[in-house]
């Protein structure tokens, strides 16, 4: 079985520390530089949603806690 994950953002929480970024497992985040949030950072994004795996390495970095994954498992 596979898992895939969907990742969801709080864009206003973020503060553009990047942590996350660093600890995605399958290099799908990046500091969005086209979007400034209220406090006035660049907010994650992710660049390619479907390769997501759900492995949660970024909400656990996360420390404002602005980042939850869901998980799906599908046969592979």
């Known amino acids: ?4 994950g969907t990742v969801t953002f709080d864009h206003e929480v973020c503060k553009g520390c990047g ?15 086209t979007a400034i949030n209220a406090k006035g950072y660049y907010p994650v994004r992710v660049t390619e949603p479907e390769r997501c795996n759900g492995c949660s390495n970024c909400a656990v970095m996360c420390p404002d806690q602005g980042i ?9």
């Open 1 to 4: 079985m596979a898992t895939k």
């Open 68 to 76: 939850v994954v869901a998980k799906e498992r599908r046969d592979a």
């Open 19 to 33: 942590l996350c970024v660093t600890a995605c497992a399958v290099h799908i985040l990046e500091l969005d530089e």
